[in-house]
C-alpha cells in the first residue's frame, strides 16, 4: 500500500518538518530550556531583613533530597515574624528546569498535610499575582491536636505569574522562543491559623504585597 495514493507528497513532507521541529522544543520543555543563556543566583537571600512590620526570623536550607530532585539555580527558605512573634513562612524556588517546579499538591500529603479546601485569589483581590489558596491540616498522632495553615502560592516567569503549573511551562517555552531569558519562580507563603481563617488569609495577603516589590526584581533579572 502507498501513501503517496492517499496523501500528497508535499503534505507528508510538512508533517514531517513539524514532527521534527517539535523532537528539541519537548526536550526543552523537559530539561531545560536553551543552552545561550547564563543561569545562577539570583541574590534571593538578600531580599530584605525586614518587610513591613515582619522581621527575619531565620533562613532554612531546604534538604540534601529536594535539592537533588529540583536542581534550582537559586533558592530561599525564610521565616519572618512579626513584632508579637507571629511567623510567616516564605519559600522561593528559582530556576530554568521543569523539575524546578512542582505543585505543592505532590508535596503537602507527603508531610503529612492534608488539603482541606481549595480556592484562588489574585489581583482582583488586590494582590500583585494570581494565587492558589489551600486550607491544609496536619492531626499530632500523639496529642491528637490538629495544625492549620493556609499556603497561597503561584509561578513567576518575567512580569507573567500564574497559579497553573502546566501555563507556567508554557510560559518558559515562550519566553525562549521570543529570546527572553527562560527562568521562572515557585512562591509559596504559609501562614499557621491561630485564630481564624480569614484572619491567616488577611495576614498572608498582607506579606505578599510587602515583599512583591523586591521579590519581583529577583526572580525576573534583566535580558
Known amino acids: 500500500m502507498s501513501f503517496s495514493s492517499h496523501i500528497p507528497l508535499a503534505r507528508i513532507i510538512a508533517l514531517l518538518i513539524v514532527l521534527v521541529a ?35 526570623a531565620g533562613d532554612h536550607p531546604i534538604d540534601e533530597i529536594s535539592q537533588k530532585e529540583l536542581q534550582p539555580d537559586d533558592y530561599l527558605s525564610r521565616v519572618y515574624e512579626d513584632p508579637s512573634g507571629f511567623p510567616i513562612e516564605l519559600l522561593v524556588v528559582y530556576g530554568h528546569l521543569k523539575m524546578t517546579f512542582h505543585s505543592p499538591e505532590q508535596c503537602l500529603p507527603g508531610g503529612g498535610f492534608q488539603i482541606a479546601a481549595k480556592a484562588k485569589v489574585g489581583t482582583q483581590d488586590g494582590l500583585p499575582w494570581d494565587m492558589n489558596l489551600f486550607r491544609i491540616e496536619r492531626k499530632d498522632r500523639e496529642t491528637g491536636r ?39 519562580a515557585f512562591v509559596r507563603i504559609v501562614v499557621p491559623i491561630a485564630s481564624t481563617e480569614q484572619v491567616a488569609v488577611a495576614r498572608g495577603k498582607s506579606f505578599v504585597r510587602s515583599v512583591y516589590p523586591e521579590l519581583q526584581k529577583r526572580i525576573s533579572p534583566s535580558e
Open 22 to 56: 517539535a523532537v528539541p522544543a519537548a526536550r526543552m520543555a523537559e530539561n531545560g530550556i536553551g543552552s545561550s543563556h547564563e543561569f545562577g543566583p539570583v541574590d534571593l537571600v538578600g531580599l530584605p531583613l525586614k518587610v513591613d512590620e515582619w522581621t527575619k
Open 146 to 184: 490538629v495544625a492549620r495553615a493556609v499556603v497561597l502560592y503561584c509561578f513567576v516567569q518575567g512580569e507573567k505569574a500564574t497559579p497553573n503549573l502546566i501555563q507556567h511551562n508554557i510560559n518558559l517555552l515562550a519566553a525562549h522562543f521570543s529570546r527572553r531569558k527562560p527562568t521562572g
